[in-house]
T-cell receptor, first 112, second 115 residues
Framework: DTGVSQNPRHKITKRGQNVTFRCDPISEHNRLYWYRQTLGQGPEFLTYFQNEAQLEKSRLLSDRFSAERPKGSFSTLEIQRTEQGDSAMYLCASSFAGGEQFFGPGTRLTVL | AQKVTQAQTEISVVEKEDVTLDCVYE???????LFWYKQPPSGELVFLIRRNSFDEQNEISGRYSWNFQKSTSSFNFTITASQVVDSAVYFCALSYLDSNYQLIWGAGTKLIIKP
């Protein structure tokens, strides 16, 4: 399967805990994006990488959020000290620059 | 401002009817791309089409067709002979050179196809 994969698919955590999600993009793609989506809304951009460089971060991304793409391949998104408002679907997508983005199945986070 | 408007929040039709989903965009850029994505109840966003600003030809793919009109800044999506499996939320999106090709998303249109 050469699509975008994300792990875990579901995560339930208690408020205040840290969580980390992983995204494996389509291998030929140099761009990787993270989005957040809440029920009934469109995806909200969080950040993106071109190769290993993080080129932009949304103002939505508080200091509790950090993302890495250490070797320009897979990426991780960490949320520290989770809050109930962090409950959402976290989506990863990859593309060539200017190309269509292909999305993974998402990680659904529930913060209790 | 760069913006995508999908005025139809929800559409409900009976199977086999044709249905058109509207998308209106705003951009100052002359080089841009327009997209449609489908999000079925399973949640995964599925890419449907990309169209660049220099190509106004309409496109047909099976029961799906897209009408791009720069004069009205619209990129509408028509499903012919709808099927229950077409039920999903459909998003229109815009990317452009000055944004480094980040996607600007519409709010989505929820399409319900009744048997």
């Amino acid at each position: 399967d050469t699509g975008v994969s994300q792990n875990p698919r579901h995560k339930i955590t208690k408020r205040g805990q840290n969580v980390t999600f992983r995204c494996d993009p389509i291998s030929e793609h140099n761009r990787l994006y993270w989005y957040r989506q809440t029920l009934g809304q469109g995806p909200e951009f969080l950040t993106y990488f071109q190769n290993e460089a993080q080129l932009e971060k949304s103002r939505l991304l508080s200091d509790r959020f950090s993302a890495e793409r250490p070797k320009g391949s897979f990426s991780t998104l960490e949320i520290q000290r989770t809050e109930q408002g962090d409950s959402a679907m976290y989506l990863c997508a990859s593309s060539f620059a200017g190309g269509e983005q292909f999305f993974g199945p998402g990680t659904r986070l529930t913060v209790l | 401002a760069q913006k995508v408007t999908q005025a139809q929040t929800e559409i409900s039709v009976v199977e086999k009817e044709d249905v058109t989903l509207d998308c209106v965009y705003e951009t100052r850029d002359t080089t841009y791309y327009l997209f449609w994505y489908k999000q079925p109840p399973s949640g995964e966003l599925v890419f449907l089409i990309r169209r660049n600003s220099f190509d106004e030809q309409n496109e047909i793919s099976g029961r799906y067709s897209w009408n791009f009109q720069k004069s009205t800044s619209s990129f509408n999506f028509t499903i012919t002979a709808s099927q229950v499996v077409d039920s999903a939320v459909y998003f229109c999106a815009l990317s452009y050179l000055d944004s480094n090709y980040q996607l600007i998303w519409g709010a989505g249109t929820k399409l319900i196809i009744k048997p």
